[in-house]
């Protein structure tokens, strides 16, 4: 009894921790079932303007079928979700993308049979060149934008370290290798918003460094970041506000330091 | 079932041992019409019609070839580039051949009519994309395949529009009317002169990076491919004296130009489409769709886009191939048609334009000389006498497919990523 009234409270209790800045994203009440499991329950989450902002919790949390919501490669049964002021729930994935939020995969995802640089160029969004026509009509124009395009890619995969495997198969990266590349490929795109589902998992230590060092530098560039992570460090190195999700719930929100003292956060995580 | 395209084994040459590679020559006469009226058969005459035979032989060969080529490349481009399944492209040929010639036998014009075939093929495309792209990878699979078998049906039943099994005659040919000058001839030999130029330099290309590739080495590739090289010479050959000699043949040696034209300018188009940012994303849906998706591309819209223009050049291709048959019928179009589509593309390398050209090119090759089989059945019988004889027709069908799929498999085993195709490519993980 007392525990259904502190979950009716809880969506309203997270709304109202709003963050100072001007928050680019905004979810509330969203819930997602898979036939009788409840993998989102009324989750709430914000994401202030030039943040790095983390989301963790235990496996099976619900964390990436947030994230699959936030960008509606799942549609939420119920809430809502607004990015840069505009409600874009029930816009199309890749119309979502157009708006400048993209997601990367917790298992990472590359194009194998193209070449690294390849993934690269396929990020950038509204290229004259992805419409049929413009392919016999402005042939000029798609030249220069590949050109151009091209040094830009090779410009983010140098500072991924890729950028001697450029012209080789993306399907011939190792694990962390494509970790890189898929959040060189999600910065081409130039969005607002950049969710990243576990970039440090499987990844080696030396590697994790670098992820972490990149992400700050396009961070102090005015990227924001959105970060699942079950790598405590790596969270408490790079996030400015965490927010924690169990069985679906919010169950916290706030510094990493305060998170991690958090008596009912340590509950979730370790058990009683 | 027939198990054999229809041409040139059934339509133009009979397949008996002696006239393997001789025309049959009644039927040559009848074919050549006036022109052979008052003919009498001296030595010097019998070796001209010799030659002659040989020359339309291998034209015909070039024509069904480049037919198989250009349905093909509409394969290549659904499946190669974007991973669609589609086990029922002999629809769109089924659509382009029929629109052509009825609508062609209404006296409408023929590019016109081939337009319009193509037109509704594309619109098939939509259709089926409409109600499958959505839905799980297979059900595209499952739906092509009954849909090309509703089309051939609803060709079989409909008499009133397509005579049914009568199948329809008697539709105008492209350039069959066409008595050329020596100037228009030598405007068409130029053109086919540019095609050829522009062939042997791409295999020149593949040939010079393929031995670099290799470091000064030569392997069984190479050789084949610039004997080839060589063989397209001797083709282009024949081809250009069969145009300068067009008032012959007009039907035949204006379809083999036609039928080379197209398949030139289709490949050239989706080598550039393949090269481009839109051929990109085919390649990103084929590899991942949900990456495609997730930066940004519109996967439903471009899978669409991939089926009509695959659909549309299949349909031009069903347009050659009435024309070359010189009659409709619906059996011409059963799945087996698609299975050779199939066969080329996978022969050549997915995902390879000039691949599926080659794939085309060793089909036909491999059916024309499978021709050999009567005689070779006839002298292993007498070798072995416990071997019989001759071999009906049924059978030799039925074997010759039967070299086909264990050529297949022979080719998996040693080469699984098609003539063409790249080996590093098998060895990826997703
Ligand atoms: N497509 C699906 N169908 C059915 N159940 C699903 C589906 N996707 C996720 N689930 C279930 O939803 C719950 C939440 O899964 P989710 O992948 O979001 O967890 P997570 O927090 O990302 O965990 P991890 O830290 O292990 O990645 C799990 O119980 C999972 O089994
Ligand atoms: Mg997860």
């Keep these: 009894m007392s525990e259904s009234t502190q979950t009716q409270a809880e969506p309203a209790d997270f709304s109202a921790a709003r963050s100072e800045n001007r928050s680019l994203l905004a979810a509330s009440g969203l819930v997602k079932r898979f036939g009788g499991l409840v993998a989102v329950d009324r989750a709430t989450i914000e994401v202030a303007q030039g943040s790095i902002t983390g989301l963790i919790g235990p496996n099976g949390a619900g964390k990436t079928t947030l994230f699959n919501l936030l960008s509606n490669f799942l549609r939420p049964d119920a809430g809502e979700v607004l990015f840069d002021g505009h409600p874009i729930h029930r816009l199309a994935p890749h119309q979502v993308a157009h708006q400048g939020l993209v997601r990367t995969f917790q298992v990472a995802r590359v194009l194998s049979r193209l070449s690294v640089l390849e993934n690269m160029l396929l990020a950038t969004q509204r290229q004259t060149g992805e419409q049929f026509w413009n392919v016999w009509l402005r042939a000029g124009q798609i030249a220069r934008e590949e050109r151009a395009e091209r040094d830009r890619a090779m410009e983010i995969l140098h500072s991924v370290g890729l950028a001697e495997k450029a012209h080789d198969y993306a399907g011939g990266l190792s694990g962390g290798q494509r970790k890189l590349l898929e959040i060189g490929r999600a910065l081409m795109t130039n969005p607002k918003l950049i969710l990243l589902d576990e970039p440090a998992a499987g990844v080696n230590p030396t590697l994790i460094n670098q992820i972490c060092d990149r992400i700050l530098q396009w961070n102090q560039a005015g990227m924001t970041f959105l970060i699942i992570e079950h790598n405590m460090d790596v969270v408490m190195s790079l996030c400015d506000r965490v927010w924690v999700l169990a069985e679906g719930r919010n169950l916290a929100v706030g510094k990493p330091q305060e998170i991690q003292t958090n008596p009912q956060v340590l509950e979730a995580y370790l058990g009683k | ?430």
């Design chain 2, 1 to 430: 079932m027939r198990l054999i395209p229809h041409f040139p084994a059934n339509v133009t040459f009979q397949v008996r041992p002696k006239t393997i590679l001789l025309p049959d020559r009644d039927r040559h006469r009848r074919r050549s019409g006036s022109a052979l009226v008052g003919y009498k058969p001296t030595a010097l005459h019998k070796s001209t019609k010799q030659r002659d035979g040989m020359t339309n032989y291998l034209v015909s060969l070039i024509v069904v070839t480049a037919t198989y080529a250009l349905f093909s490349l509409g394969l290549n481009l659904q499946w190669g580039l974007t991973g669609l399944i589609n086990f029922g492209h002999v629809a769109s040929m089924t659509l382009g051949a029929y629109t052509t010639v009825l609508l062609s036998a209404q006296a409408v014009p023929l590019p016109v009519a081939v337009f319009c075939g193509a037109l509704l093929a594309a619109l098939l495309g939509v259709l089926i994309g409409f109600f499958t792209l959505r839905l799980r990878e297979d059900y595209l699979s499952i739906v092509t395949i009954g849909v090309s078998e509703v089309i051939r049906l609803v060709a079989l039943n409909e008499e009133w529009l397509t005579r049914g099994a009568f199948g329809v005659q008697n539709f105008p040919l492209p350039l069959a009317q066409f008595r050329p000058t020596l100037f228009s001839r030598l405007v068409m030999i130029g053109i086919l002169t540019l095609i050829a130029i522009w062939a042997i330099g791409r295999v020149v290309q593949w040939l010079r990076q393929r031995f670099q590739k290799l470091n000064g080495a030569i392997d069984g590739t190479l050789i084949g491919v610039a004997l080839l090289g060589l063989g397209g010479l001797w083709v282009y050959w024949i081809a250009a004296t069969s145009l300068y000699r067009f008032s012959d043949n007009p039907a035949r040696s204006g379809l083999m130009l036609i039928s080379v034209v197209l398949t030139a300018i289709a490949f050239w188009m989706l080598e550039r489409l393949a090269h481009s940012p839109w051929g990109r994303i085919l390649k990103a849906i084929r590899e991942d769709e949900e990456v495609a998706k997730a930066l940004g591309k519109d996967v439903f819209w471009y899978k669409q886009q991939s089926l009509m223009l695959g659909n549309a050049i299949a349909a031009v291709a069903g347009s050659l191939l009435a024309w070359q048959l010189t009659s409709v019928y619906p059996s011409t179009f059963e799945p087996l048609t698609t299975f050779y589509a199939w066969i080329i593309v996978v022969l050549g390398g997915a995902g390879n334009n000039a691949g599926t050209i080659l794939g085309a090119v060793i089909l036909w090759a491999y059916f024309e000389v499978t021709r050999f089989l009567p005689n070779l059945v006839q002298a292993l019988h007498s070798a072995v006498p416990l071997i019989p004889p001759t071999i009906d027709p049924a059978r030799e069908g039925a074997v010759r497919l039967m070299f086909i799929g264990l050529l297949l498999m022979l080719l998996m085993m040693l080469r699984p990523q098609g003539i063409l195709g790249k080996k590093e490519e098998l060895t990826l993980d997703r």
